[in-house]
């Protein structure tokens, strides 16, 4: 005799305009529905990332999140390609000005780069 199975819940992520997705999140509220809280910090994941800059990691990361290549992420943003280029490497800091065009260009907060 088959025993009765216990339904999994279901992830979902979207991607579309930022007052979209809160105009969407709002509404999966009004359902029951919750954005999961058992996340892992991500150092203890990705501990080989432990000597880089936090903000180069976090801004490859966005960079490739939004399958951007360093060189269309410059024309959106006006900073120069080698100037990404260093920042990921950790060999040039952002600045709040930078991490604001960055955070906007790739929808993140500007914070993650400072």
């Known amino acids: 005799m088959l025993e009765p199975t216990k339904e999994h819940h279901i992830e979902a992520r979207f ?29 203890d994941l990705f501990t080989d990332f432990d000597d880089e ?34 920042m990921e490497n950790g060999r040039m800091t952002i600045g709040r000005e930078r991490a604001r065009r960055l955070a906007k260009a790739l929808r993140v907060d500007y914070r993650i780069f400072l």
């Open 53 to 86: 800059p936090t903000y180069g990691v976090a801004l490859r990361g966005a960079r490739g999140k939004e399958g951007l290549t360093q060189k269309e992420l410059a024309q959106k943003t006006g900073i120069p390609q080698s100037h990404i280029s260093s």
């Open 15 to 43: 991607k579309g305009p930022p007052e979209k997705i809160l105009e969407l999140t709002r509404f999966a509220r009004t359902l029951g529905l919750d954005e999961p809280a058992d996340s892992l910090p991500w150092r």
